[in-house]
């Protein structure tokens, strides 16, 4: 039989990753070559409040970079996610369950009669000449006439109309939000125009269509917006307001100016305004001016519920205006918290990947619950409002919390995938993982051992040895349990080189090398592997292996301790250890009823000889003179060594998860003494099942823990400890049911109560 073939955990990656070449380089960084395509818009919309819907044209000017002649473009067209022909609609598993939510089961139905999707009306060139086009499901392929050539530049024109969606029914990242009690809605408006799809040299043309997860990849160019809305609403958008003289009136403008070298947070529009801006529903219109440089994407919300406060602050040498607009169902909780955990996110990402370089921040409060764009988010969490009083206002510690972490969140998205601008339909981990990173260490800087969900490795345990996963490398649309697998284990696989495997110093440097390299660029997978190992000096292809191209987990057992002294070779002294070793051996059950024996050998004198009287140890003359002997035919140094004293611990550990990592050692001795100890992964490399190590003490071991403080994420710590340590936990008692009894069951009155909660909207909401 031929032996199992030897499973290397430390072959080196290259062979997975691809070539390097001109354009991203073997240390990770781009390449001397390296090129990336420029989309530049101009978009004029209108909003008309009454239908829900957006009219709207854009001029694109795309500048071709690339080495390679086009013959088309690719448009992406994610609103046709709400067409009722959509993959995304369509290819939607039924519940596993005989349950459902009543919000899916709203979703369900209202999907299915909601006229959604993207109407093209135009597209055109320069000279107003109509362009071919194919509209392929949420992609559109755009038919060029002349084929566009290397640093060449293409203009054309779009027409467009759209429904807006019934966020709170249809969900989404994106849409409106109704409020029954005033009539009022907020908009937050997103993929929301007809944007060219990312040509590189890693995918070519990035359409692969929109399923849901796999988000968003665009190019960065220079947008300039106009919003045309009811005049009574305030207005939020990627960019800086160009026109707040025409939109915002004196006092406005005033507190404006006020907000940007204040040290708190300026109500620019008072909730007072807000809530008489609710009331009086005016017919005109006005058109809100923005302009955005160097972004990927451009969003905006409209209401006339809005509150709108700001402070200004430097990030770098920039001047950025951190900023919240909520309706007045936020507060008190969006007043308090909203623009202070903007400027939290910035101080503290800034220090570990680059200086925010826009001049806005902004937290808008929808219905959406979380979601990222460049300058510009969308948080759900809001306080609850009691139904007979609505001023008094209650929340949860997770909805306080909730609402700050999803704002860092959402913040820290400007950093992965808006400047670090990764590959978002390809891979989710690359902004979701390394933001929610970054976000776990926002949070713990907020305060002393914040409530963080994840990032750390116990976290993480549970998910780790589930069943139905797949590795962090997977595609967006095949994820299985996608919170997990791409935002809680990258995050944590990076918490844990950054305290465990790397330290922290040599860590951030690295972390901080790629964000700095790959700003303003598209980088992939292979860039963050190679930049985080170029920039440490640690070969890290090991942990990128397991904890990213696979589903093991960290499971390692410390199975057994052998307690080794150094062998004298004097006769009188190992005689005398081997005797007292065969005395801790317990006289058997038979030894001992035997006792009591009437046996020959006591009755009778004359049979007894020296083995009667003599056990196997004696020492003998024999034994002595070769013990003399032998030890002539030792060095000086070599007799010394016989007579070392210390204890030789050989600590036996299998690895029964699969996950190679250090080993985390804390030792207490009978003295009470301590010795930490950590073994590389290293250990690992010639057996990863099974691995041996010495530990050298002066006195006796006491005990062992195996990453006493959790470090590695290890499933199953009762095998961590020797000698083991039982588990505590609770027996919980209950009452069996009782089995329906009709006879007296229906004895009992009809009961009065007039009024039946109905409220049952307790689904948490998926934030991105
Ligand atoms: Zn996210």
Redesign the pocket.
């Known amino acids: 039989m031929a032996a199992a073939p030897f499973e290397d955990k430390f072959r080196q990656l290259d062979e997975l990753l691809p070539t390097p070449n001109d354009y991203r380089t073997a240390s990770g960084k781009p390449g001397h070559n390296y090129w990336q395509q420029r989309a530049d818009y101009q978009i004029k919309a209108a909003l008309d409040d009454d239908k829900q819907s957006i009219h709207a044209e854009e001029w694109i000017n795309y500048t071709n970079n690339s080495p390679d002649q086009l013959d088309y473009l690719w448009i992406q067209l994610d609103q046709n996610r709400y067409q009722k022909s959509s993959d995304l609609l369509n290819a939607a598993p039924s519940p596993t369950e005989n349950k459902l939510s009543f919000r899916a089961l709203a979703a369900t139905l209202k999907s299915q009669d909601f006229d959604g999707g993207y109407k093209i009306l135009a597209v055109t060139d320069k000279n107003n000449q109509p362009i071919h086009y194919q509209i392929v499901k949420t992609m559109m392929r755009i038919d060029l006439k002349q084929p566009l050539a290397t640093s060449k530049a293409f203009k054309f024109h779009i027409q467009w109309q759209y429904n807006v969606a019934n966020q709170k029914v249809l969900g989404g990242r994106g849409g409106y939000e109704h409020f029954e009690k005033d009539g009022n809605n907020i908009y937050e408006i997103s993929r929301w125009y007809p944007r060219l799809a990312v040509y590189n040299d890693v995918m070519g043309w990035q359409n692969k269509q929109f399923l849901g997860n796999g988000e968003f990849t665009l190019d960065f160019g220079n947008f300039d917006v106009e919003l045309t809305v009811p005049d009574d609403h305030i207005v939020a958008a990627t960019g800086e307001l160009t026109n707040a003289s025409t939109v915002l009136d004196a006092s406005q403008q005033e507190r404006l100016k006020q907000a940007q070298s204040s040290d708190h947070p300026i109500e620019i529009v008072t909730e007072a305004e807000a809530l008489a801006h609710q009331k009086n529903h005016t017919q005109g219109t006005k058109t809100w001016k923005f302009s955005a440089k160097n972004v990927r994407d451009f969003a905006w919300a409209s209401s006339r519920k809005f509150i709108w406060d700001a402070q200004g602050i430097k990030s770098g040498k920039n001047n950025v205006m951190a900023m919240s607009y909520y309706p007045e169902e936020g507060n008190p909780l969006w007043g308090k918290y909203s623009t202070k955990a903007v400027i939290h996110t910035i101080e503290n990402y800034n220090k570990y990947t680059l200086d925010y370089p826009y001049p806005v921040a902004i937290s808008v409060n929808g219905s959406v619950g979380?979601m990222?764009y460049p300058m510009i988010c969308f948080n759900g969490p809001r306080p609850e409002i009691d139904k007979k009083d609505p001023s008094q206002r209650t929340w949860s510690r997770r909805t306080k919390f909730g609402l700050i972490s999803v704002i860092i969140?959402?913040v820290g998205?400007n950093y992965f995938p808006m400047i670090v601008n990764s590959d978002e339909r390809q891979w989710t981990w690359m902004?979701?993982g390394l933001?929610?990173f970054v976000q776990f260490l926002a949070e713990q800087s907020w305060k002393e051992k914040y409530p963080s969900r994840r990032g750390e490795p116990r976290n993480i345990v549970a998910y780790m040895s589930s069943e139905k996963q797949v590795p962090i490398m997977t595609n967006s649309e095949s994820l299985m349990q996608f919170g997990n697998n791409a935002?809680a284990k990258p995050a944590t696989a990076l918490n844990i080189l950054r305290e465990t495997i790397i330290g922290r110093d040599l860590f951030d440097f690295a972390f901080r090398q790629y964000a700095q390299r790959w700003k303003f660029k598209h980088p992939y997978p292979a860039d963050f592997f190679r930049t985080m190992e170029d920039a440490s000096g640690i070969d890290l292809d090991w942990f990128w292996r397991g904890w990213f191209y696979t589903t093991d987990h960290v499971d390692i057992s410390l199975d057994k301790i052998d307690w080794l002294t150094i062998d004298t070779q004097d006769p009188e002294i190992e005689s005398a250890y081997k005797r007292a070793r065969k005395q801790e051996i317990p006289e058997s059950q038979t030894e001992l009823l035997n006792k009591s024996i009437d046996h020959r050998l006591i009755n009778d004198p004359s049979i007894s000889d020296l083995y009667d009287e003599q056990d196997e140890f004696t020492v003998t003359n024999k034994e002595r003179n070769e013990y003399s002997k032998s030890l002539k035919n030792l060095e000086e140094n070599e007799k010394q060594l016989l007579n070392t004293k210390e204890n030789f611990y050989r600590l036996q550990l299998t690895n029964l998860g699969g996950l190679v990592m250090p080993l985390i050692l804390d030792i207490e001795l009978m003295d009470g003494s301590k010795i930490h100890r950590v073994i590389p992964a290293e250990i690992w490399r010639r057996d990863p099942k099974q691995v041996s190590i010495f530990q050298i003490t002066q006195g006796e071991i006491k005990s062992v823990a195996l990453d006493e403080k959790l470090e590695t994420a290890d499933t199953n710590i009762y095998n961590n400890y020797w000698p083991r340590r039982p588990i505590k936990s609770r027996l919980e008692l209950f009452k069996e049911k009782k089995e329906k009894n009709l006879m007296k069951d229906s004895q009992e009155e009809l009961s009065q109560e007039d009024e039946t909660d109905l409220d049952t909207d307790a689904n948490e909401k998926k934030?991105?």
Do not use: R, V
């Open positions: 979380g990222e969140h959402e998205h902004d979701e933001n929610t935002y934030s991105d």
